[in-house]
């Protein structure tokens, strides 16, 4: 086609608003198109992958002893220093931390403290739901974290959730949706 | 005594329609923000309510109870005379304007209109036009640099706009021999005008969209330029009166539009009753103007006077024209 009936076809489109309709019918097909909203803390709520780096925990070996020997190299590899680690003889006299203490109102959930662990002792978690009214609340001890949820062993789901988010931290899905998930939610 | 009972009557007709246009914004700003986020691919409202119906009650709750507050260099008498003089000419609009012929109530016909003016639609232009008082007192009350560009802009745009859109309507009365808007619809029965009066429809449509505030012509309170424009400073129960008179001039242009084009409460094809028709018609032009508001942008001021002086007004004189030669 010529550049000159290009021009006289651009502008038959202007007059009867071609290019108006062609948006109206953009934004029409994504109005009854699948939403992407996902209803946080009322219905759903997402799992995280496990490599992904929410509360710290402390993990125990086969006895059901803390791993932790307590050589403070998290804590002098911190780059905010927000663990502080106080070690004792315990009864068997392996070397043990008395006192564990991580302030994750500071902490950058950088995860060196993982990679620094000589023990495999301490390791970021699937948690992410651990916002507080009080900054003092968010000094966490050390059998607190004894307790806290360990790494997600499948991720990339929603699942369930309740504005309570106490008791649903440990829900696991069975259809993890892999790392594309975001295609399945966009319009067809 | 009937004399008595049709003063009753009036006066309940009245009455009727000022609780329907008060209540009809709320369920219209959760239809607007639905249809907002759906076209987002977003939920809109969902947590009050099923789907979040009840967010218009909330909202409203919010605005009654929120703090009433006027600047200290305000003029404070004009300050709270704005909002009323900004939501009282799109009510009296609507005593003008017909929803159907008549409906029988208890073997009594009644119409369903509180009067047949013979110079009806000369009256829905003339009120309408007294809208501009509000906003442009509102602005220039407020004292803030804001709401007198917003005011300002918002006169400008709406006295340019008002001459086309009533160039455009003369077409429509050429056609029906009459300014009532019930011998206009009734002159509708057989072809609806729009298919004489597409330009018309167009310009009366556009100017329309204009004169509502409403993107892509929203310039008065554009957000990223002006605040919110003549009513930045205005919150609570002043603003909500604000918010009303727009959802209500939205409704009224829609109404309008479907009397002068879309054959009112004239049926094809499907025989419902002429009310539901009407409604079916109106809620159409309602969801088009949010439908344009979340597709189009903003355009610029000076395309704004541009587009109306010397697109529309051109048109519509035109359109006389035609008119004129075509059905002489």
């Given amino acids: 086609m010529s550049r000159a009936q290009d021009m006289i076809g651009t502008w038959i489109g202007w007059t009867f608003f071609a290019d108006l309709a062609k948006g109206l019918g953009l934004t029409f097909g994504y109005m009854f198109s699948k939403t992407v909203t996902m209803q946080y803390p009322d219905k759903e709520k997402w799992l995280p992958y496990s490599r992904y780096r929410g509360h710290h925990f402390l993990k125990r070996d086969e006895e059901g002893e803390i791993k932790c020997v307590a050589c403070e190299l998290c804590a002098r590899i911190c780059p905010c220093y927000c663990i502080e680690v106080v070690p004792y003889e315990d009864e068997k006299g392996n070397r043990r931390p008395i006192k564990f203490e991580i302030d994750t109102a500071r902490c950058l959930f950088c995860g060196l403290c993982e990679d620094a662990c000589p023990a495999d002792a301490i390791a970021l978690g699937q948690q992410y739901e651990f916002s507080s009214f009080s900054s003092r609340d968010l000094v966490i001890g050390r059998d607190d974290l004894l307790a806290k949820p360990g790494k997600a062993a499948t991720g990339g789901g929603v699942v369930a959730a309740r504005l309570n988010t106490e008791n649903d931290v440990l829900v696991e899905t069975n259809e993890p949706q892999g790392y594309n998930w975001w295609r399945n939610i966009r319009r067809r | ?328």
């Fill in chain 2, 1 to 328: 005594m009937e004399l008595v009972v049709a003063l009753g009557l009036i006066v309940f007709k009245v009455a009727l329609l000022i609780a329907i246009l008060l209540l009809l914004p709320l369920p219209l700003t959760w239809v607007e923000r639905k249809i907002a986020g759906h076209i987002q691919q977003r939920m809109g409202p969902m947590r009050v309510g099923w789907h979040g119906l009840l967010q218009p009650v909330a909202d409203g709750i919010k605005l009654l109870t929120k703090e009433d507050h006027i600047p200290t260099e305000a003029d404070r008498f004009l300050f709270k005379l704005a909002p009323i003089l900004a939501l009282a000419p799109p009510f009296v609009v609507f005593v003008a304007i017909p929803f159907g012929e008549s409906v029988s109530v208890l073997g009594n016909e009644i119409t369903l209109y509180v009067s047949n003016m013979n110079v009806a639609l000369l009256f829905v232009f003339a009120v309408i036009g007294l809208e501009v008082y509000g906003v442009i007192i509102g602005g220039w009350a407020a004292n803030s640099k804001y709401a007198v560009l917003g005011s300002l802009r918002t006169c400008a745009q709406m006295i340019s706009y008002e001459i086309p859109m009533g160039f455009a309507v003369i077409g429509v009365v050429m056609l029906a021999q009459s300014m009532s808007l019930l011998e206009i619809v009734r002159a509708q029965a057989d072809v609806w005008n729009i298919v004489y009066q597409p330009i018309g429809f167009f310009v009366f449509f556009v100017a329309g969209l204009a004169e509502a505030q409403r993107i892509p012509f929203d310039l008065a309170e554009a957000e990223g330029d002006l605040g919110a424009g003549f009513h930045t400073e205005y919150s609570g129960i002043r603003f909500a009166f604000f918010m009303v008179s727009e959802y209500v001039i939205m409704l009224l242009v829609s109404v309008l539009t479907v009397i002068l084009f879309f054959g009112g409460w004239n049926g094809v094809l499907i025989p419902l009753p002429p009310l539901l028709w009407f409604a079916l018609k109106v809620a159409f032009f309602v969801y088009l103007f949010m439908w344009f508001r979340f597709t189009f942008p903003r355009y610029r001021y000076d395309q704004l006077m541009a587009i109306g002086w010397k697109v529309l007004l051109p048109l519509s004189m035109a359109n006389i024209i035609i008119t004129g030669i075509a059905f002489s």
